[in-house]
């Protein structure tokens, strides 16, 4: 008869004869667990990774160029490849690595500076050029620390990284791929002097997980294994995916009845007068602002580190900061702001120094000749920039004593 | 003798569970539920 708890444990035991009882049985019970989840990886492995179907890889082909960069839920981050007989190049950066035609803010039909670049050096020593691109489209200063220890450990022959002075020392948003943290734990943990800033952004289990993703494969795929399940999972889902006719303009009272909370009404009336908009000058003034207020410790000792972890592992790495639209510099404001940055890019870098690193903490908007922008921080076209980068990167190799030749010299 | 090879199969089987329910859980929260896919 069962009267209390200890009557269920004496059934429960004598059914189960005492599993999980004593440590050595959890122990069994834990080893177990390991092997279900090394069977899985085993009798069933996901689907492999298919580069040339990422969404960034999309709209064109290229053999020597892509993007390595997986989905931002995607614990795996990159999935770089070995280019046998090839001359690698590691390009890390952000949306400004691609160019689109004025007007169109969704990048997709949209072009590569890497893909113009290698186009001036399809060789180097011999070799053909390939680039593997770390494109995180809105990368944020911790991404590129995290895409850097991600790229230097393939041993490329050449790290080219691009810097954005709208996040580079913005201290407000500092992440945008969290994704990658799993990756970043297990990574070189040797290098003690990266502890504070892994420190902040990491947590316990994105070790336990990355330590977990390097021995089991059902662990380190999970994103795959989502992919293979979503198909007949979504015949399942009971969601209406009709698309619903637009919405027409709605009377004040209409749209009030469509609130679905008192806040949205409070926050929209009464309605007041609108009030007059910023000009482009103030509004680009204030990106900049708010992109450095001339403080910014966590950005500061993220940008060290990046910087540190190239000078240690010995790849020549060429860094440039992105061009914002020229007609900014025209505001002595906004010129000033930009040198600010500069500025303290360069002193960053001075602490930095190696003979495997060059920054050029100069901003390319006030290097080049006019050149043609698709918005305030995005290039319309590389025809400028892309021989000029061409000429830099070669410059670079051959202080490490590499032969490189660009095509033609587009430097001004 | 009955009675320990009973609790070996009892842990083979939750240990087995747990491996399936940590997978599930897993592969759901990098993918599968839309709602954790869109809010990254």
């Known amino acids: 008869m069962i009267r209390n708890v200890e009557d269920v444990n004496r059934v429960i035991d004598s059914r189960f004869g005492a599993a999980g009882r004593s440590p050595m049985s959890l122990l069994r019970v834990a080893g177990w667990m390991i092997a279900g989840m090394l069977l899985i990886g085993v009798i069933w492995p996901a689907s492999p990774v298919d580069l040339a179907q990422t969404p960034d890889n999309k709209g064109f082909s290229n053999a020597y160029v892509r993007s390595v960069s997986l989905d931002s839920n995607d614990p795996r981050g990159f999935a770089p490849t070995e280019h046998k007989?090839?001359?690698?190049?590691?390009?890390?950066?952000?949306?400004?690595?691609?160019?689109?035609?004025?007007?169109?803010?969704?990048?997709?039909?949209?072009?590569?500076?890497?893909?113009?670049?290698?186009?001036?050096?399809?060789?180097?020593q011999g070799k053909p050029v390939?680039?593997?691109?770390?494109?995180?489209?809105?990368?944020?200063?911790?991404?590129?620390?995290?895409?850097?220890?991600?790229?230097?450990?393939?041993s490329p022959d050449l790290l080219v990284l691009g810097l954005n002075p709208l996040w580079l020392f913005n201290d407000n948003t500092i992440q945008r791929r969290s994704n990658l943290d799993e990756r970043l734990a297990t990574s070189d943990v040797r290098d003690l002097g990266s502890w504070p800033i892994r420190s902040a952004l990491l947590s316990p289990s994105d070790l336990a997980l990355g330590t977990a993703a390097r021995g089991l494969s059902a662990v380190r795929d999970r994103w795959s294994y989502a992919q293979d399940f979503q198909g007949p999972l979504d015949r399942l889902s009971p969601l209406d995916r009709s698309s619903p006719p637009a919405p027409g303009r709605l009377s004040d009272l209409d749209e009030v009845a469509t609130f679905t909370?008192?806040?949205?009404?409070?926050?929209?009336?009464?309605?007041?007068?609108?009030?007059?908009?910023?000009?482009?000058?103030?509004?680009?003034?204030?990106?900049?602002?708010?992109?450095?207020?001339?403080?910014a410790p966590f950005t500061d000792a993220v940008v060290g580190r990046m910087f540190a972890t190239i000078k240690a592992s010995g790849v020549p790495t060429y860094v440039y900061l992105d061009a914002i639209s020229q007609d900014q510099l025209k505001d002595p404001r906004i010129d000033a702001q930009l040198r600010l940055i500069e500025g303290h890019l360069q002193s960053i870098a001075d602490q930095n120094q190696a003979p495997n690193l060059t920054v050029r903490s100069e901003s390319v908007a006030r290097l080049l000749p006019p050149m043609q922008f698709a918005d305030r921080y995005h290039l319309a076209n590389a025809r400028v920039f892309a021989p000029y980068l061409a000429d830099e990167l070669c410059e670079r190799l051959r202080s490490s004593d590499i032969a490189c030749t660009p095509e033609t010299t587009g430097k001004p | 003798m009955r009675n320990r090879l009973r609790k070996y199969v009892a842990e083979a089987a939750?240990?087995?569970?747990?491996?399936?329910?940590?997978?599930?859980?897993?592969?759901?929260?990098?993918g599968l539920v839309p709602f954790i896919y869109q809010g990254y």
């Open chain 1, 261 to 295: 909370a008192p806040l949205q009404f409070w926050t929209g009336y009464p309605k007041k007068p609108a009030q007059a908009e910023p000009t482009q000058n103030e509004r680009d003034l204030g990106n900049l602002q708010y992109a450095y207020s001339g403080h």
């Open chain 2, 14 to 30: 939750i240990g087995l569970s747990l491996g399936a329910l940590l997978f599930l859980a897993l592969v759901a929260t990098v």
């Open chain 1, 130 to 154: 390939y680039i593997d691109m770390y494109y995180m489209a809105s990368a944020r200063t911790f991404d590129l620390y995290a895409a850097t220890e991600a790229a230097v450990s393939t």
């Open chain 1, 85 to 124: 007989g090839g001359f690698t190049i590691a390009w890390i950066g952000g949306s400004t690595l691609r160019t689109s035609p004025p007007g169109i803010k969704e990048y997709v039909a949209a072009d590569y500076i890497p893909l113009q670049v290698q186009r001036f050096i399809p060789r180097s």
